[in-house]
């Protein structure tokens, strides 16, 4: 068989897969709906995407185990919040994008890791310090549930620990380590996507060196990654606000995550 058919055949497959995997594990629909309505940034969404975002839900938790530790004890809705989340980034992509890794760690709180970090100053961070969330290249993703549980603002408006680290997942897609560079999409350019986000990240170091108030949180200010990984929280959270502070690194964002919630709001 040509090695087009090969591959015809294996996207037959996966299809047929994923469909029966859906419908054999469905969801409860008051549990759905109360999932949605405890995450703000899945609220706009139509009934084409939430209907999407139902599907790769399902099959997000059948290819990953949600594992708690320290104690803490998981329950289905606490899974569906973390997988909705996480499947927001990747609604008009595909579930390839999280492949090669198949766990999820969930503390009841904030955790230590005892890995000191060094910023891009070379400043070096104790890691001692408690976090909300942690993503590993080719390893887990750990999340605080304090952090993650719905309604957690931890970081103020926009703030959404679940996005930060899951959109650090795909940041990593480019290598072994985030540096705010995704793999960008046919069409997209890196240079423009280069020039965007280093005009908008010193932006907010200069208002940080200047004793001003940051137009985002600071923490984006940390590196490249962070900055990547905090706007895209904001993308989804806040997109009017982020598209009126900074429109070209919205579109950029759009063009990357293939959406455009701020449109939802607006329609």
Same mark, same amino acid.
């Given at each position: 068989?040509?090695?087009?058919?090969?591959? /015809? *055949?294996?996207?037959?497959?996966?299809?047929?897969?994923?469909?029966?995997?859906?419908?054999?594990?469905?969801? *409860?629909?008051?549990?759905?709906?109360? +999932?949605?309505?405890?995450?703000?940034?899945?609220?706009?969404?139509?009934?084409?995407?939430?209907? &999407?975002?139902?599907?790769? +839900? $399902?099959?997000?938790?059948?290819?990953?185990?949600?594992?708690?530790?320290?104690?803490?004890?998981?329950?289905?809705?606490?899974?569906?919040?973390?997988? /909705?989340?996480?499947?927001?980034?990747?609604?008009?992509?595909?579930?390839?994008?999280?492949? =090669?890794?198949?766990?999820? $760690?969930?503390?009841?709180?904030?955790?230590?890791?005892? &890995?000191?970090?060094?910023?891009?100053?070379?400043?070096?961070?104790?890691?001692?310090? =408690?976090?909300?969330?942690?993503?590993?290249?080719?390893?887990?993703?750990?999340?605080?549930?304090? *952090?993650?549980?719905?309604?957690? &603002?931890?970081?103020?408006?926009?703030?959404?620990?679940?996005?930060?680290?899951?959109?650090?997942?795909?940041?990593?897609?480019?290598?072994?380590?985030?540096?705010?560079?995704?793999?960008?999409?046919?069409?997209?350019?890196?240079?423009?996507? +280069?020039?965007?986000?280093?005009?908008?990240? /010193?932006?907010?170091? &200069?208002?940080?060196?200047?004793? %001003?108030?940051?137009?985002?949180?600071?923490? /984006?200010? +940390? *590196?490249?990654?962070?900055?990547?990984?905090?706007?895209?929280?904001?993308?989804?959270?806040?997109?009017?606000?982020?598209?009126?502070?900074?429109?070209?690194?919205?579109?950029?964002?759009?063009?990357?995550?293939?959406?455009?919630?701020?449109? %939802?709001?607006?329609?």
């Amino acid at each position: 068989m040509p090695f087009y058919g090969v591959l /015809a *055949n294996m996207g037959k497959f996966k299809d047929w897969w994923q469909a029966w995997v859906v419908s054999a594990q469905p969801l *409860n629909n008051a549990l759905w709906q109360r +999932t949605i309505a405890r995450a703000s940034a899945l609220e706009s969404l139509g009934d084409e995407d939430l209907k &999407r975002l139902r599907q790769l +839900t $399902i099959l997000f938790l059948d290819d990953k185990t949600i594992t708690p530790a320290a104690g803490l004890v998981i329950d289905r809705p606490m899974q569906l919040h973390i997988a /909705a989340n996480a499947c927001l980034l990747i609604l008009e992509l595909d579930l390839e994008y999280y492949a =090669g890794w198949h766990e999820v $760690i969930v503390y009841p709180k904030a955790f230590v890791t005892g &890995r000191d970090r060094v910023d891009e100053n070379g400043l070096v961070h104790s890691g001692d310090q =408690g976090l909300g969330g942690e993503a590993w290249g080719r390893g887990p993703l750990i999340l605080s549930w304090s *952090n993650a549980k719905p309604g957690a &603002r931890i970081h103020g408006k926009g703030s959404n620990v679940i996005l930060h680290e899951f959109a650090h997942k795909l940041d990593m897609l480019n290598g072994a380590n985030a540096n705010g560079m995704p793999p960008l999409h046919a069409g997209m350019s890196r240079q423009q996507w +280069t020039d965007v986000f280093s005009k908008a990240y /010193a932006r907010l170091r &200069r208002q940080l060196k200047q004793g %001003r108030k940051p137009w985002i949180d600071p923490y /984006a200010a +940390t *590196n490249p990654a962070e900055f990547f990984a905090v706007t895209s929280e904001h993308f989804f959270e806040r997109p009017l606000w982020l598209y009126e502070e900074e429109p070209e690194l919205y579109r950029q964002l759009s063009l990357f995550y293939r959406q455009d919630p701020g449109l %939802r709001l607006e329609a």
